[in-house]
């Protein structure tokens, strides 16, 4: 009981000193949170500690502690132990290390082979993994573990070199915005020749102290800032491919090590995308490399066992489970999200979430989950805008109907469209989705239905060897000229209201049955808010006529959802 | 306390020994006609003579042209101190001619106790540069420049270049100007009336060889006997090194890794990965250390990325990869999913999902960048409806899906229909366009690349199929480029790979050649890998 309590001061005091998030920390702590899913937090070996004390920009003031603390580190200038993760006193054996990671046992042991001792030189070495694989918290929990200074930024939240240099520049020159700099910058730095001569200004200086700290060997210093090795560690560099300057920041990061030849720093790359795809064309000496690999089934049981409350339970959900949902992704940040409503289901029929389950109580359980399994695998990647809450409330509503689950998406676009732009939508569809030769014979209003017919048969002929060919080959909606949207508009908004008398409702006749001034700029606003919601796209315009051409990007059943939500008959609509 | 293990001790000295590149260098420095003496030679001539010179450094990246430079440098200031001044750009950082002369002027300015002023204008800087030369020619004192991936300083207008090669013409300066590059035709970037100026010498960087390479591996990892270890301990490393230096397997292991990687800095980074593996308990060296960096360092990202897909981002794959076979030059998400039902109508699998979710894995795909937009991401397309392309050749999708712990039947089963479709074809269509239609249907730089990823040398299918697409670049960048330069040099390629030894000896035109002739003899060819790889051997390895 008193080491729970223990673990739990010593969070308290990591919150507490959280102040703002000066690197991108939201990332790292959401593999954090996940990795210890929907759990009681009291166990001391969560690695939800993992904040780097002082050093920020305090940004974040939505606590009053946070204030607080802001107040008391300002008026500390920063050190040299601020580039140390952890607490002073606090110990992170390597055991802890080990038992935080599951599954990474071998990658952590290399990583601390290629570490080396203290004050051994290093070559640049380069950690890749697929997304959700806990790069970025081991690199910082083997710092953690190893108490030795680094220097932390993700190309993320960096996201142009300027700001990158800068913060890089900042930790090392231990400089912290505050109110009193007015949030600047320790050196304004946006070439990369700045950059380098400030980093080996503010090198030299900080190893200066490195130096001077291990020569003194107070006790007190002896737990802060191990050895005389700096290490500079940049996150997602994959983003920087994607920068306008990217093909001269990137050979400048990876032949830094080279440029400043000093041996006592240290460069670590983590990135998603492996390092054949960082293809340049000047070359590099490539770092090197560590890879870590998506989490197998099992290394995914132990997360997911991780921290919870009762394992038994939990293990019996997860043997029903585990095994279809790996078939679609790995990835334990998008299922842990889709287990935790699953979980609640499983314990529905138990009424006490301690009881310790066994043979019988399983089957029970697994009878009952059966049916939600299948249905499930299709929501897995399911964005809900509501608190979860919300959700099963509504999910209980509507028990028995299968339709529940997934068309929310579509349900909430019935209540919020108007329906001139269910109308607009639907034609955009039809513009997109025909070829514009069949207009004529597909909305002529004076031709009967038979007459329709024969006519687009003719047609058919000479159009299908042409637009078959480009069109089906892509499933591509075609583009139209925004006239052609409007021609439509006005065939199917008055084939609408001439067949759906019932349909007719005082407030969307009133946009569509008045006077053409009216609608036009009606429908025009609509069109640019469809366009904003990104529903039709505006394409490359046309060198000839000069209009920008739009194209519609919905899909074929949300179009049927619309139409059948105003009654409208599509399916006699669309060519085939 | 940890300070006394001398097990720690010598891995702390290996491991700063391998980062330090100088240290390698000396050893191999010394004989008369290294490119150490030439340069130290050149330079020393120049500046007790007085007079100006222009030299570049080529060759491959991590051959040590830096090093040896420095190396040089630094014997140089000891012997003549006062007589020179070191100025170092670098095109990474100082491409851009304001930039440099900036640098230039504050590189002088500290050298020479001034004040440097960063207000001032490119001008100002330029004229100041001008004058400085004047003096110090004056002074008898010679200024060394030393630019650091020259060709970047020939992309732009060349002013730098210019300026500082036409202050050399006149007799008052007295200064070096030593580019460095891995292009070997960098000279030939340079404008007329840059190039008018430029002395024309040129140092070549190789390789080392064969007993050069022993002599260094015993030069880094022997301990010193002197004092500063126990003798005892000493004594026993050096015996245990002796013992696997000698062994045939570790000479195995080296010429392996220096089949691909063979200039020094790619060995010393092997080396560093070894030694961090020694045992810290024994103290010693083991073969089994080199073995696991060797294994460690081949690595197939392509197929590693392969075996992290789940099951559902596999069949994407293998629908993609049908749809290629099916020669379909462009597809999308919608007709990947058609492809999907269709493998699904008629192979019933559990595993039919619906489609947000395949759109999810689709995505998962992108960013794994196993398959990749065949345009630029310009396009305000949404996923579904831009067209895509495979990023993996056949071969590693299938060798992955072997190597694919749980892999469902259908998946082999649709492979295989598929590359029985893929050698029909390639019996109809001539062999040429078979082996220039990989190039063609991806992006060629990246396909190139992963093809000379040297992980994938021991795999003999990529080997082959690595040997006929070089063979490609070779013939379509001779018809680029009219100029004939050495294959390792090519600017296009990533030339760290290109060190074999065959490519040295044999002309591009011979290649050419012999491509020509093979395929007017043996049309098919080309499509039997085995073939390639036995017929080109002598050529390629």
Redesign the interface.
């Known amino acids: 009981m008193e080491e729970k309590d223990e673990g739990a001061k010593i969070k308290d005091q990591g919150r507490d000193q959280q102040r703002g998030n000066h690197q991108e920390k939201t990332k790292h702590e959401l593999v954090h949170i996940i990795a210890s899913t929907n759990s009681d937090m009291g166990k001391e070996e969560s690695p939800k500690t993992t904040r780097r004390t002082t050093r920020s920009s305090a940004a974040a003031t939505s606590s009053k502690n946070v204030v607080e603390e802001t107040y008391v580190s300002s008026s500390q200038p920063p050190t040299l132990s601020d580039l140390v993760l952890g607490e002073e006193r606090e110990s992170f054996s390597l055991d802890d290390l080990l038992s935080s990671f599951p599954g990474r046992r071998n990658q952590i042991q290399e990583l601390l082979q290629l570490l080396g001792p203290r004050n051994s030189p290093m070559l640049p070495i380069f950690v890749y993994g697929g997304i959700s694989t806990g790069k970025t918290s081991m690199v910082l929990e083997t710092f953690r573990h190893l108490k030795r200074p680094f220097v932390y930024s993700s190309c993320l939240s960096c996201y142009n070199p300027r700001i990158l240099f800068e913060s890089v520049l900042n930790q090392l020159f231990l400089h912290r915005k505050n109110a009193v700099n007015g949030y600047s910058s320790a050196k304004r730095c946006e070439s990369p020749s700045d950059f380098v001569n400030f980093l080996r200004e503010a090198l030299v200086s900080i190893l200066g102290n490195l130096e001077g700290n291990s020569g003194k060997l107070s006790s007190k210093r002896s737990g802060k800032a191990n050895g005389n090795m700096i290490y500079l560690i940049f996150d997602n560099l994959e983003r920087v491919r994607g920068w306008e300057k990217g093909s001269t920041i990137l050979p400048l990061l990876f032949n830094l090590y080279d440029i400043l030849k000093m041996p006592e720093v240290t460069l670590i790359f983590i990135s998603n995308a492996s390092p054949d795809t960082y293809y340049s064309s000047m070359g590099y000496v490539e770092p090197i490399s560590i890879y870590l690999p998506d989490y197998t089934q099992d290394d995914l049981q132990q997360i997911f066992l991780r921290n919870q409350a009762n394992k038994k339970l939990y293990a019996s959900f997860l043997s029903v489970v585990l095994r279809p949902f790996c078939r679609i992704t790995r990835r334990v940040d998008e299922l842990s999200p889709a287990f935790s409503l699953l979980f609640t289901k499983y314990c529905e029929p138990v009424t006490n979430l301690g009881v310790v389950p066994n043979k019988e109580l399983n089957q029970r359980l697994f009878h009952y989950f059966r049916p939600h399994v299948a249905p499930s695998l299709n929501e897995i990647f399911k964005v809900s805008s509501h608190p979860s809450t919300e959700v099963e409330v509504r999910e209980t509503k509507g028990k028995g109907s299968t339709r529940k689950f997934g068309d929310c998406e579509v349900d909430q676009l019935d209540f919020h469209m108007p329906t001139s732009a269910k109308y607009l939508l639907i034609s955009a569809f039809l513009a997109s989705r025909n070829p514009a030769t069949l207009d004529a014979s597909l909305f002529d209003s004076t031709g009967g239905s038979n007459s329709r017919k024969r006519r687009r048969k003719a047609s058919e002929k000479s159009v299908e060897q042409k637009e078959t060919a480009e069109q089906e080959l892509l499933l591509n909606p075609g583009t139209f000229p925004m006239e052609r949207l409007l021609a439509i508009f006005q065939c199917i908004t008055s084939i609408g209201e001439g067949s759906l008398d019932e349909e007719e409702e005082g407030y969307d006749g009133l946009g569509i049955r008045n006077g053409n001034g009216g609608l036009m700029s009606d429908v025009l606003l609509q069109l640019s808010s469809l366009c904003s919601a990104n529903f039709i796209v505006t394409g490359g315009s046309c060198p000839l006529e000069g209009s920008t051409r739009y194209r519609s990007t919905v899909s074929e059943d949300m179009v049927l959802k619309v139409a059948r939500s105003i009654k409208f008959p599509l399916s006699k609509y669309i060519y085939r | 306390m940890?300070r006394e293990n001398p097990a720690?001790k010598a891995?702390?000295l290996l491991?700063?020994r391998?980062?330090?590149p100088n240290f390698a260098f000396k050893a191999l420095s010394h004989s008369d006609d290294s490119n150490y003496s030439k340069l130290k030679f050149l330079v020393s001539s120049s500046i007790t003579e007085a007079c100006n010179n222009s030299i570049l450094l080529l060759g491959p990246?991590?051959s040590g042209k830096?090093a040896v430079l420095e190396l040089v440098l630094s014997d140089l200031l000891q012997e003549y101190p006062d007589m020179i001044s070191v100025i170092r750009l670098?095109g990474?950082?100082?491409?851009s001619d304001n930039?440099a002369f900036k640098?230039i002027a504050r590189q002088l300015c500290m050298e020479h106790q001034l004040v440097f002023s960063r207000m001032a204008s490119f001008d100002d800087n330029s004229q100041f540069m001008i004058a400085m030369l004047r003096e110090c020619g004056l002074a008898h004192k010679t200024i060394i420049f030393v630019l650091d991936?020259f060709d970047l300083f020939a992309l732009g207008k060349q002013k730098l270049l210019y300026s500082l090669l036409d202050a050399m013409q006149s007799v008052t300066s007295q200064a070096v100007v030593i580019g460095v590059s891995?292009r070997l035709d960098a000279d030939m970037l340079l404008d007329k009336r840059v190039r008018s100026r430029f002395s024309h010498r040129k140092l070549l960087f190789l390789p080392p060889a064969n007993d050069d390479i022993q002599r260094l591996l015993e030069h880094i990892l022997s301990l010193p006997t002197d004092s500063s270890f126990p003798p005892d301990y000493a004594v026993a490393f050096n015996a245990k090194l002796q013992n696997i230096l000698a062994d045939d397997r570790f000479k195995e292991i080296i010429s392996t890794y220096l089949n691909f990687d063979s200039t020094v800095?790619?060995l010393?980074?092997y080396l560093?990965?070894a030694v961090?593996?020694m045992d810290?308990e024994s103290g010693m060296l083991s073969l089994e250390n080199f073995k696991a960096a060797l294994s460690?360092?081949q690595?197939h990202?392509?197929l590693?990325?392969i075996?992290?897909c789940?099951?559902?981002e596999l069949y994407i794959l293998v629908c993609m990869k049908r749809l290629e076979v099916k020669e379909?030059n462009?597809?999308?998400f919608?007709?990947v999913m058609?492809e999907y039902k269709s493998i699904h109508d008629s192979v019933k699998t559990s595993?039919y999902?619906?489609?947000?979710?395949c759109l999810?894995?689709f995505e998962?795909l992108l960013?794994?960048?196993l398959i990749g937009y065949t345009d630029n991401r310009g396009q305000?397309?949404?996923v579904?409806?831009s067209?895509v392309k495979l990023l993996v050749s056949f071969h590693e999708l299938h060798q992955g899906l072997k190597s694919y712990g749980s892999c469902p039947k259908s998946n082999v089963l649709g492979l295989s229909l598929g590359s029985g479709l893929e050698y029909r074809e390639a019996t109809a269509t001539s062999a040429s366009t078979l082996c220039l239609s990989k190039p063609k249907t991806q992006n060629p730089?990246?396909s190139f690349?992963?093809l000379l990823?040297p992980s994938s040398l021991n795999d003999p299918l990529r080997q082959s199929f690595k040997s006929f697409t070089c063979l490609c670049l070779t013939l379509s960048c001779s018809q680029s480029t009219p100029s004939l330069s050495p294959l390792w040099f090519l600017?296009?390629l990533?030339?760290?790979y290109f060190t074999s030894q065959a490519t040295k000896t044999l002309s591009e035109i011979h290649f050419r050649y012999l491509i020509f002739d093979t395929i007017e003899e043996k049309p098919l060819a080309f499509c039997n890998t085995e073939w390639v790889s036995d017929h080109f051997q002598a050529v390629i390895y």
């Open positions: 940890a720690e891995l702390g491991r700063s391998l980062c330090d990246r991590g830096i670098s990474l950082l100082h491409s930039c640098e991936e891995c800095k790619h010393l980074r560093f990965r961090s593996y810290l460690n360092i690595r990202p392509k590693e990325c075996k992290d789940s099951i559902l379909q462009s597809y999308n919608n007709s058609k595993d999902f619906a489609r947000n979710v999810r894995a998962h960013q794994r960048e305000n397309h949404s579904e409806f067209p730089s990246l690349h992963y990823n600017p296009q990533p030339f760290n």
